[in-house]
């Protein structure tokens, strides 16, 4: 790992990358972005960051297909990847591409100005 570690931001909306760009910036990480799934494999393979950050919600390859490639591709080394979404309801599900390449299913658990309802699973 570098340090500081190289982490690389994947989205298709700029607003969403200038907001996690600054905030990873000033925790003194260095970044690297792309804006879409074919732009994200390029620089992962050039530039084999220490973490992805992989929008799910994108055009000409979306987050889910990225990472099934990525994780597919026994030359590449490990490199842990979180998927991220706008989505906001605590129903969407992320299914991942299969438990065999490392991923889990999850459920978000984040919800924007409201409280957590009880006895939901996360």
């Known amino acids: 790992m570098r340090d500081p570690p190289l982490i690389l931001v994947v989205d298709d909306t700029p607003e969403n990358l200038d907001i996690v760009s600054m905030r990873l910036e000033s925790r003194g990480y260095q970044l690297a972005t792309a804006v879409d799934g074919e732009d994200a494999l390029e620089k992962t393979y050039a530039l084999k960051?220490?973490?992805?950050?992989?929008?799910?919600?994108?055009?000409k390859l979306d987050g889910l297909?990225?990472?099934?490639?990525?994780?597919?591709?026994?030359?590449?080394?490990?490199?842990?990847?979180?998927?991220?979404?706008?989505?906001?309801?605590?129903?969407?599900?992320?299914?991942?591409?299969?438990?065999?390449?490392?991923?889990?299913?999850w459920r978000s658990g984040f919800r924007r100005n409201s409280p957590r309802s009880s006895g939901s699973a996360a």
């Open 49 to 59: 960051p220490d973490l992805v950050l992989l929008d799910i919600m994108m055009p």
């Open 65 to 105: 297909a990225v990472l099934q490639r990525l994780k597919a591709d026994r030359d590449l080394p490990f490199i842990p990847i979180i998927l991220l979404t706008a989505k906001a309801d605590a129903r969407d599900v992320v299914a991942a591409p299969s438990s065999r390449s490392g991923t889990r299913h």
